[in-house]
T-cell receptor
Framework: DGGITQSPKYLFRKEGQNVTLSCEQNLNHDAMYWYRQDPGQGLRLIYY???????QKGDIAEGYSVSREKKESFPLTVTSAQKNPTAFYLC???????????FGPGTRLTVL | KQEVTQIPAALSVPEGENLVLNCSFTDSAIYNLQWFRQDPGKGLTSLLLIQSSQREQTSGRLNASLDKSSGRSTLYIAASQPGDSATYLCAARSSGGYNKLIFGAGTRLAVHP
């Protein structure tokens, strides 16, 4: 059963903590992406990776970090430097940079 | 800088009605335009993708059109059903560079019996 999985579904963070959101895909896709969605707004690109061991900042990368050590995995760390991290986070992947993006089910992060 | 706008922000219709959702974009140099569906608290499901060289795409009761010159795309839903209730997002992919999608804020559709 191929697809994109994200965990956890819900995550609560205390102020000053770093948290890591997981994204895994078994679609053999080269490219992976992280988006943030706020209520009533479209998705905004945080980071993207076109190939293993390479990633680039998107439009709102400040306060976030990523790694791409394996083709299947693209974890996102929300650091304490992110001033307003409460949001819905979506991971996506595509076969290559020209292909349709497929999305995971999302992680809802809430700062307490 | 590409900006994508969707109108209306919310729409409520009775079951069976045909309806049109609108998407406009400011930069006509797009590679393609994609329509997604999002159920509450869920990820996005791709509905239709229109390449820049195409005028429209159809899938079942859905038809999406693209007019690059006017910077507009429409999603037509025929014979709406309560199961169509969701938020519909359009996203424009710019020509060149990486696979960057610029999303609109979405139209929240409610189809009532």
């Amino acid at each position: 059963d191929g697809g994109i999985t994200q965990s956890p579904k819900y995550l609560f963070r205390k102020e000053g903590q770093n948290v890591t959101l997981s994204c895994e895909q078994n679609l053999n896709h080269d490219a992976m992406y992280w988006y943030r969605q706020d209520p009533g707004q479209g998705l905004r690109l945080i980071y993207y990776s076109q190939i293993v061991n390479d990633f680039q900042k998107g439009d709102i990368a400040e306060g976030y970090s990523v790694s791409r050590e394996k083709k299947e995995s693209f974890p996102l760390t929300v650091t304490s430097a992110q001033k307003n991290p409460t949001a819905f986070y979506l991971c996506a992947s595509s076969l290559d940079r020209a292909d349709t993006q497929y999305f995971g089910p999302g992680t809802r992060l809430t700062v307490l | 800088k590409q900006e994508v706008t969707q109108i209306p922000a919310a729409l409520s219709v009775p079951e069976g009605e045909n309806l049109v959702l609108n998407c406009s974009f400011t930069d006509s140099a797009i590679y393609n335009l994609q329509w997604f569906r999002q159920d509450p608290g869920k990820g996005l499901t791709s509905l239709l993708l229109i390449q820049s060289s195409q005028r429209e795409q159809t899938s079942g009761r859905l038809n999406a059109s693209l007019d690059k010159s006017s910077g507009r795309s429409t999603l037509y839903i025929a014979a709406s059903q309560p199961g169509d209730s969701a938020t519909y997002l359009c996203a424009a992919r710019s020509s060149g560079g990486y696979n960057k999608l610029i999303f609109g804020a979405g139209t929240r559709l409610a189809v009532h019996p």
